[in-house]
């Protein structure tokens, strides 16, 4: 078994007040872009006896083994790239203070209509690491993913939230 958050090669949201803020899409900067530089990789983590897995832009999904093989599979959703949205000013539940900006993918259509929440925060070490798992409600997830991406997407959102709404002057 993998280290909980370590990636391994493969081809193939927390409880909190959350403010959205204008589509991914709006901001001028494709942070699904950005995210697909890891495409390829995916990540694990452990809890209890359940593995998490992340594949992003691809699927997440719930697994336990039995002896050398997957015993039940659940899959937690695919990647459903029109859902990519930024969001300012995520606290509480598996944020541990405030965070100013997330960039957050959706998977969706997973076994018996589960759906995921894949939460992107800055980290700052130069490593990617899947950090927590939550299901607040049943079938519905949120992953919180670090990696130096987020650092790079929260410098591109927080210049666009800096601008003022068009038409206002500044």
Not at 4 to 26: F, L, Q, Y
Not at 92 to 116: D, I, M, S
Request: charged letters at 20%.
């Amino acid at each position: 078994d993998p280290a909980p958050g370590t990636a391994t090669a493969a081809a193939a949201g927390g409880r909190g007040v959350v403010a959205e803020s204008e589509e991914a899409a709006a901001t001028g900067d494709d942070g699904a872009a950005r995210i697909r530089a890891i495409q390829g990789t995916c990540f694990f983590m452990r809890v209890g006896y359940w593995t998490y897995e992340f594949c992003p832009q691809q699927h997440v999904r719930q697994f336990r083994k039995d002896g050398n093989r997957v015993g039940v599979e659940f899959a937690l959703g695919f990647c459903d790239r029109l859902s990519d949205k930024v969001t300012l000013g995520v606290r509480g539940g598996l944020e541990k203070g405030f965070v100013p900006h997330t960039f957050a993918q959706t998977y969706t259509n997973g076994t018996a209509n589960r759906k995921t929440q894949v939460r992107v925060k800055c980290s700052p070490k130069n490593e990617h690491s899947l950090i927590a798992v939550d299901e607040p409600s049943p079938h519905e997830y949120v992953f919180l993913f670090s990696s130096p991406l987020g650092c790079e997407l929260s410098c591109a959102y927080a210049a666009v939230a800096a601008r003022p709404p068009a038409g206002e002057a500044s």
